[in-house]
Nanobody, 126 residues
């Protein structure tokens, strides 16, 4: 399984970025997918996840109303639209697959995810 995140960069506070995660080596449409972030000196945080079948999503409270997760099961791509970015959003953003195929619910527990891909750096200046 290979997951490659892209789309990060440097943006001013209040700006937007759209991250992409391209997946290969797995039946993408069978797995819930999640976005996580890892800032220096902090633990990896759950951000958002989307159900394998589409339609059902979960978000961390600190991104609700600002970030939107979506997926294209035809292209095997997971997206994260990030609006109204804040300096505290600065981190390396990574995507991951649920460890269970077709899980009935969208987990927010990072322990339920695996196959962490290479992340992309997001830096928000004040």
């Amino acid at each position: 399984v290979q997951l490659q995140a892209s789309g990060g960069g440097l943006v001013q506070a209040g700006g937007s970025l759209r991250l992409s995660c391209t997946a290969s080596g797995l039946p993408f449409s069978n797995y819930n997918m999640g976005w996580f972030r890892h800032a220096p000196g902090k633990e990896r945080d759950f951000i958002a996840a989307a159900k394998w079948s589409g339609g059902t999503t979960s978000y961390a409270d600190f991104v609700k109303g600002r970030f939107t997760i979506s997926r294209d099961n035809w292209k095997n791509i997971l997206y994260l639209q990030m609006n109204d970015l804040k300096p505290e959003d600065t981190a390396v953003y990574s995507c991951a697959t649920d460890e269970i195929s077709r899980r009935a619910y969208v987990s927010i527990d990072r322990a339920d995810y695996e196959s962490w891909g290479q992340g992309t750096q997001v830096t928000v200046s004040s």
